[in-house]
């Protein structure tokens, strides 16, 4: 890719006052110059040795739970649409397998689902549920809930990395990736905000379009090898639950980081 450059013209009567060209361009020459741009990723990953275990009291009802993994990222169009296509399959919408799995049909939670960040040459990937220990209508008390959640979380995720994905699952998925693509480049203030987003990357401002080209060559291989590398390292949990919730669960918790 041409690097970018900068052009300033500047008019005048220079014919009728050379004077004033010299104070000009002197002017100009007295100016900071910009350093090169440089694509490489800044070096901000570091892999989690050893699991760690993260509370804090509420007073709600629920226990809100994070398991978060941390991972090496390069940029790379192709991978950045499998990590994409992995989250819509893992965590996202009512057809996703945690979805299905945790909220359908072990009743964990109304809410569960996955999502992921990236900051320079880091991503981090997240599945997060928040999931009933207390019922104060009934009194019932689910203190285990926490344990069915965060053993539920650790289900799917050797599950999604000890088997591949079904032809159904990534065609569904590459189907909604495409679609959130085109809406979110409906309107011209979202196509602005997406073009100087990439605009700095290798791709530069056609990435968009090669992004959508390439969703279709992603295999559930792709999926498979995306999913091992990123659920590789140690967990992070956080939970945030009532004290009689995080007392009751101590001893599980505690184990998490063995």
Known sequence: MKSLQKVRVVTGAFDKNPELKEQIFNSINSYPKV????????????????????TDVHLKNQADIIEGFRYKQNG????NAAVALLNIILGTGSSSRLFSDLRETRHLAYSVHSGYS??????????????????????????DNV??????????????????VTPEELESAKKTMKTKLLDTLETNSSRNSVINTVSATPYGIDYANKYYEIIDSITADDIYNTANHIFNSKPIYSITATKDTLEANKEYLESLTK
């Open 118 to 143: 990236t900051h320079d040459d880091m991503g981090v990937f997240e599945l997060t549920i928040g999931t009933t220990t207390e019922n104060q209508e009934t009194g019932e008390k689910t203190f």
């Open 76 to 79: 790379n169009i192709k991978d």
């Open 35 to 54: 350093n090169k741009w440089n694509k490489d990723l800044e070096k901000t990953y570091a892999p989690i040795e050893k699991s760690e275990v993260y």
């Open 147 to 164: 344990q069915k959640a965060i053993d539920g979380f650790n289900e799917n995720i050797k599950k999604i990395t000890t088997g591949k």
